[in-house]
């Protein structure tokens, strides 16, 4: 993935500071074709960089606060991949754990996770399912867009090809029943 971030230069005027790949771009070993990369991310309360400088490399988790912001785009294996044999559910687990810190302690067995944030989601290239807690499971294809209001959810690739999503996530007091 390509990454374009822009700034300022000393005479106040927009130029490209960095050109390359996203820093934080994990392709997974213990699932190959499981791609995960954090283009951008701010912290509640910072303000905008006037001179782009990378704030990714020092996020500790993919949960933002409050006000926080993250961008993750996810390549999804067919979940096919996760009932062959030969995966390794620990070995995931385990890269997980260190790719996506502050969500993937929230993910459950079942694939099941709530997080304090409302979601954009749009589904780049592929198939999805996007699953709730009631059971029902609403296909999308590329193009679809996914409002995600802080609600338990799972997402599930049915497809016999891989799905890439990009999320943006806002850190919220997440409320129920308003």
Same mark, same amino acid.
């Given at each position: 993935?390509?990454?374009?971030?822009?700034?300022?230069?000393?005479?106040?005027?927009?130029?490209?500071?960095?050109?390359?790949?996203?820093?934080?771009?994990?392709?997974f070993t213990s699932?190959?074709?499981?791609? =995960?990369?954090?283009?951008?991310?701010t912290e509640p %309360?910072?303000?905008? =960089?006037?001179?782009?400088?990378?704030?990714?490399?020092?996020?500790?988790?993919?949960?933002?606060?409050?006000?926080?912001?993250?961008?993750?785009?996810?390549?999804?294996?067919?979940?096919?991949?996760?009932?062959?044999?030969?995966?390794?559910?620990?070995?995931?687990?385990?890269?997980?754990?260190?790719?996506?810190?502050?969500?993937?302690?929230?993910?459950?067995?079942?694939?099941?996770?709530?997080?304090?944030?409302?979601d954009y989601c749009? +589904?780049?290239?592929?198939?999805?399912?996007?699953?709730?807690?009631?059971?029902?499971?609403?296909?999308?294809?590329?193009?679809?867009?996914?409002?995600?209001?802080?609600?338990?959810?799972?997402?599930?690739?049915? =497809?016999?090809?891989?799905?890439? +999503?990009?999320?943006?996530?806002?850190?919220?007091?997440?409320?129920? %029943?308003?």
């Amino acid at each position: 993935m390509r990454r374009v971030v822009t700034g300022h230069d000393e005479n106040g005027r927009s130029v490209v500071v960095s050109d390359g790949p996203a820093p934080r771009t994990r392709e997974f070993t213990s699932l190959p074709g499981w791609v =995960s990369s954090v283009p951008w991310a701010t912290e509640p %309360g910072e303000p905008v =960089s006037r001179t782009g400088e990378d704030p990714t490399p020092k996020i500790t988790s993919l949960l933002p606060g409050p006000g926080g912001t993250r961008f993750i785009v996810l390549t999804m294996t067919p979940d096919t991949a996760m009932a062959d044999p030969a995966f390794d559910p620990v070995a995931f687990d385990r890269e997980q754990r260190a790719d996506s810190p502050g969500i993937a302690e929230l993910i459950g067995p079942d694939g099941m996770h709530t997080t304090p944030t409302v979601d954009y989601c749009i +589904v780049l290239q592929g198939e999805v399912v996007l699953e709730l807690d009631d059971g029902r499971c609403t296909p999308l294809s590329a193009g679809d867009v996914v409002i995600q209001n802080g609600t338990r959810h799972g997402w599930r690739n049915r =497809s016999d090809r891989p799905v890439t +999503v990009a999320f943006v996530l806002i850190g919220a007091e997440v409320g129920h %029943g308003r």
